[in-house]
């Protein structure tokens, strides 16, 4: 559809499951995937204002889970209602924010990778979370050293904890490329 004034409202169906893959460009765009059925979600997020969130808790698991981010502002809410085995975010210059409260009462992995932009992720601090990072002198990854300790003292890995005995847990793999990384438990 060609225009300036282009408005949609679009009511997905929660009785079927869905597959979702998608480029939101130039626009303002409100994604609430709450009580669906999604085992695919992948989305290009371009020079946009976006939200993309689960307000319930979707109702079959999330295999696939990719989201890559340009020159935008994208806050993600309750991914962990998302019931996701592994997400893949890859942002470039933007400023990005990703939440994931929610019911995770499972075990995840989640690729977070930035490159230029600003990352602020927050973690519910019931799940139990082990950050792998590798530190760079063009970066900075800020966290609370009470909270995530260090593993091994030749290695950049970190967890809580309650990471062995959390009902959710979660890996991050967080790399970080001339940007920042602000991780905050609540």
Known sequence: IDGNNNRWELDLSPDVEWR??????????????????????QFD??????????STQNKTTLNHFK???GACDLKMTDIGNA???????????GSFRLDFSGKFDY?????????????????PSEVGVRLETSDNFLSSIKFSKRVLK??????DVFE???????????????????GSANIEFR
């Open 150 to 155: 260090k593993v091994h003292e030749d290695e």
């Open 45 to 54: 997020v371009g020079a946009a204002d976006a939200r993309i969130g689960f």
């Open 107 to 123: 075990h995840a992995d989640a690729k977070i990778e930035v490159g230029l932009g600003s990352v602020h992720i927050i973690i």
């Open 20 to 41: 979702l893959k998608g480029d939101i460009g130039a626009a303002e765009a409100t994604l609430d995937l709450g009580g669906l059925s999604v085992s695919e979600l």
């Open 83 to 93: 019931r996701f085995d592994r997400l893949e975010f890859d942002g470039g210059v």
């Open 67 to 69: 989201i890559s981010a």
């Open 160 to 178: 809580t904890d309650n990471f062995d005995t959390a009902k959710g847990q979660l890996i991050l793999r967080l790399e970080i490329g001339m």
